[in-house]
């Protein structure tokens, strides 16, 4: 273990876990990687797939997801424009990796979730 990553262990705000966690704190971030899961779309239907979501919230979503070379975007040359929108490789691996494991989890325990947070506050989570 390095000092920076000991620093980094006491210092949480500036971990490389925090930089992680924070590719969910935008609702639809994780809905949008989802749906490119199968492969490059369009906007419209990725729009189409996720439902739902307003053209600026999926406008946000992707612009941020872009930034964080999660996705790629891909202009073709024909009339009319056609832009696709994919899952890079680091996108990929945090789809197939701690996203389904997630989900898996999500699966097993959701309705204890959901039973906890229906109880009185205090009482469940």
């Known amino acids: 273990m390095t000092d920076h990553d000991t620093h980094c ?4 705000a500036d971990c490389r876990l925090r930089a992680a966690t924070d590719l969910f704190a935008h609702t639809w971030d994780p809905v949008v990687l989802a749906a490119l899961r199968m492969g490059p779309r369009r906007r419209r239907d990725l729009r189409a797939a996720i ?9 946000d979503s992707l612009h941020r997801l872009l930034a ?10 024909e ?6 929108y994919a899952l890079t490789r680091l996108g990929q691996s945090l789809v197939e990796g701690p996203m389904m494991a997630l ?3 999500a699966i097993e325990h959701g309705d204890e979730l959901l039973e906890a947070q229906e109880t009185e506050p205090g009482k469940g989570l």
């Open 9 to 12: 262990y006491e210092l949480v």
């Open 51 to 59: 439902g739902g979501i307003s053209d600026k919230v999926l406008s």
């Open 103 to 105: 989900g898996r989890w």
């Open 68 to 77: 964080g070379t999660l996705v790629e975007r891909h202009a073709h040359a």
């Open 79 to 84: 009339a009319p424009p056609r832009i696709d």
